[in-house]
């Protein structure tokens, strides 16, 4: 066996014995080993320790937005690690990354979101987000005012708040008891969220979360109207409007933020994930500022609510040359343009293939819908595409049978006529399977 056959080995049977993976079924991991232990990432691409290189047609959990191997980033981290690697941002201490970030914040999102608090990934974004709104309604004097609306086929992580929150039952389902007074409404109707406001009464609910589009549970995109009318529910009955734009952030969807395609502004958002393309793990919600010049009249004595890495100095430097990249390189017209060419591949691909349903896309966010009587085939693709050299993520909750993309916004139409020909080449040989 050849030196590097010897390591994959090694790391496999370590990998089985020692490491339980996130999001994962544990009989696969056991039975199967890895599926790819990456060492290497260029670009749009991963290389495992096998050589074997793929498309990373997912931007690996839909955030390395820059795409893989940017040096800029890992010398941004390194200078700032020399400097001041940590240092607390609890009470009055500060650091400069994190001041300036707050800062570049205000200065990209929309209307007047302005102050933000800091948290290590999305998942403590939201729960932040939900605290936050209850706490605010305490500050205002309405304390009966505590329930989160959220939609349903919406991911917004896995702390406890978060996943009381997240809309995909089986994530709920995963635990035997879940943080109270959480409520789902349908996911593309603001009507269902008017009448779930009127039927719990507004008096009781906090707060109302959405992702722009809806990621994880499948690329669902609102119509045009939708968050316009959800502002007006949200405005009509004193209820905060939180947007959760883990994904949907840094240019993903072609703009900015998700949330501008529709016209409005919400009272807080969670980020995550493309502020530093994963380089460092870094998320956080952007206050309007009118909700925190509630907080600065009202607040007495301590906020209490703080994570040991919130304003952490070396992700926050690394956000901000993250972000530097993301303009400078123009990456989000990219984004747009690129978008525009997957969603033109996928029509390619519904027209030649018999198992495409509906295919639709936001920018590099995209989904193709499988149809058959032959339970759920897009697991079957994924690991065909894999095969082939392209890794993407199939969605089968709520009876879907879909698949989803969001490579890098660096991408460009070389790469994405590699996407598609890959794609459709393991759609080809699945149909030869099972039609
Ligand atoms: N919100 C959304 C919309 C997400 O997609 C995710 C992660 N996929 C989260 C929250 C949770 O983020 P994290 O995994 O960083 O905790």
Redesign the pocket.
């Known amino acids: 066996m050849s030196e590097s056959k010897i390591v994959a080995q090694e790391l496999a049977d370590l990998d089985k014995k020692h490491f339980l993976h996130p999001t994962s079924s544990i009989q696969q991991q056991q039975e199967q080993g890895p599926g790819f232990i990456f060492t290497k990432g260029e670009g749009v691409y991963l290389e495992d320790v096998s050589g074997k290189k793929v498309i990373d047609g997912m931007s690996s959990?839909?955030?390395v937005n820059i795409g893989h191997g940017r040096k800029e980033l890992g010398q941004a981290a390194m200078e700032q690690m020399n400097k001041l690697a940590f240092s607390s941002c609890f009470a009055t201490f500060s650091n400069e990354p994190a001041i300036r970030l707050a800062a570049k914040l205000a200065e990209i999102t929309p209307g007047n979101l302005n102050s933000t608090f800091f948290t290590?990934?999305?998942?403590?974004?939201?729960d932040t987000a939900y605290k936050l709104a209850r706490h605010y309604w305490i500050l205002k004097g309405r304390p009966e005012k505590k329930k989160i609306i959220s939609r349903k086929r919406?991911?917004?992580?896995?702390?406890m708040g978060?996943t009381s929150a997240t809309g995909l039952k089986p994530f709920r389902d995963f635990t035997n008891s879940l943080a109270p007074d959480f409520y789902y409404v349908d996911n593309l109707s603001a009507q269902s969220l008017r009448e779930m406001v009127e039927t719990e009464g507004p008096e009781s609910i906090a707060a109302f979360v959405a992702?722009p589009v809806?990621?994880?549970g499948g690329v669902h995109i609102a119509p045009e109207n939708y968050f316009k009318e959800v502002r007006k529910v949200c405005d009509d009955y004193d209820i905060l409007f939180i947007t959760?734009?883990?994904?949907?952030g840094f240019g993903r969807t072609g703009k900015t933020f998700g949330i501008e395609h529709y016209g409005v502004v919400p009272d807080m958002m969670?980020f995550?994930?493309g502020v530093t393309s994963g380089y460092a793990?870094l998320?956080g919600v952007v206050l309007s500022e009118s909700m925190f010049d509630d907080f600065k009249e009202r607040s007495v004595g301590t906020l209490l609510h703080g994570y040991t890495y919130s304003g952490h100095p070396m992700a926050c430097a690394v956000a901000l040359k993250n972000i530097e990249i993301i303009e400078n390189e123009n990456l989000i017209e990219n984004a747009k343009n690129m978008g525009e060419e997957l969603l033109k591949g996928f029509k390619w691909i519904q027209g030649e293939r018999k198992l495409v349903g509906e295919v639709r896309g936001l920018g590099l966010m995209g989904a193709v819908e499988i149809k058959s009587n032959k339970g759920p085939l897009s697991p079957i693709i994924v690991n065909e595409a894999a095969k082939q050299g392209l890794i993407c993520r199939s969605v089968v909750f709520d009876d879907m049978d879909t698949l989803v993309f969001s490579p890098p916004l660096t991408i460009n139409k070389q790469e994405i006529e590699s996407l598609i020909n890959i794609l459709h080449d393991s759609i080809y040989a699945i149909e030869q399977k099972f039609l």
């Open positions: 959990l839909w955030n290590s990934g999305g998942s403590e974004a939201n919406s991911y917004h992580g896995v702390a978060a992702e809806q990621g994880a959760d734009e883990v994904i949907t969670c995550a994930k793990q998320g």
